[in-house]
């Protein structure tokens, strides 16, 4: 059997045990020399010194294999700075998750890059992120003034209004095939029963809502799409899961336990795809997030009052 005494005192008891040992040394030697009482106070003396020197005071100790020691050294932010110019993509990531983790359309990144549908990427891939300088914007916003100067005086009013209602009608078509490039029109509904403890907050950094349930407890998709991310790859949301549902709209589920749908599924609308947890916060919650053409909306606005 093993036991713990304060190592402290155990040490002190040591200081005054070998000093003892060398007082009685030296008391002998004095009484055999017939020495005065002066020699006799000259121990006093020593006697005090060595013992003054067993109060020494110890340093406190830093139990570095402490639980609060390492939370706070394990807890990670999510990003919050300025979109840098280039990413280089790291295993497991996708576009979308790249995409996500920025606040970034995941189109406009495929744009910049060059990047087709379905979107692949490879381990080591450098990705353009933040969009164009704006000096080739600005040279040619410049060569159309100078050219829009240089036009004749003589054009007459007629050419000029045929012109002007012609781009009208373009702009209209053009605003009817945006809106029409969307799927059908979604539908949602919540992806768990709880309390909701976070409200949207974009100037905060909450860019989604937090809601409070039990542990273990079944995630839902709030609709219909096809997972495009599955892990626990993206700073700050532990075990997420992101489903696409249209071209302009994404939604992310994180700090699950456990995730029950892979990359690549098309799922329904209320199927279960993940089980509630904590992992990457400090709390048994669902973080839900919806983003419109890569920008996060308040997810409220979205789903139906309960």
Not at 29 to 57: A, H, P, Q
Request: some cysteine.
């Amino acid at each position: 059997m093993i036991f713990y005494t304060d190592n402290k005192a155990f040490n002190k008891l040591n200081c005054y045990k070998s000093n003892y040992q060398s007082i009685s040394k030296i008391k002998g030697k004095l009484e055999r020399s017939d020495v005065s009482r002066s020699g006799f106070f000259l121990l006093l003396l020593l006697l005090l010194f060595f013992l003054s020197g067993c109060s020494t005071t110890y340093a406190p100790v830093e139990h570095r294999n402490s639980t609060s020691y390492n939370a706070n050294k394990s807890i990670k932010k999510k990003h919050t700075g300025k979109i840098p110019n280039y990413h280089r993509v790291k295993k497991g990531e996708t576009l979308y998750s790249i995409a996500w983790k920025y606040s970034q359309d995941y189109k406009s990144i495929a744009y910049r890059n060059k990047i087709k549908s379905p979107y692949r990427i490879f381990i080591g891939d450098k990705l353009r992120i933040a969009s164009f300088s704006t000096k080739s914007s600005k040279k040619s916003s410049t060569k159309k003034k100078k050219a829009k100067r240089s036009y004749s005086k003589n054009t007459s009013k007629k050419t000029y209004s045929k012109t002007k209602s012609s781009t009208r009608k373009t702009v209209k078509r053009n605003k009817k095939t945006v809106q029409s490039a969307g799927s059908k029109r979604l539908s949602w509904r919540w992806p768990v029963k709880g309390k909701v403890i976070q409200r949207y907050s974009p100037g905060s950094g909450k860019k989604g809502i937090d809601i409070s349930a039990a542990k273990g407890s079944l995630i839902k998709s709030a609709e219909a799409g096809k997972v495009v991310y599955s892990g626990q790859g993206l700073v700050g949301y532990g075990r997420l899961i992101i489903i696409k549902h249209n071209d302009a709209f994404l939604s992310a589920y994180a700090h699950n336990q456990s995730l029950l749908v892979n990359e690549g599924q098309v799922v329904k609308k209320g199927q279960n795809i993940a089980r509630l947890g904590r992992s990457g916060t400090d709390r048994y919650k669902l973080h839900f997030e919806i983003r419109k053409n890569g920008k996060p909306v308040n997810p409220v606005s979205y789903l139906p009052s309960k």
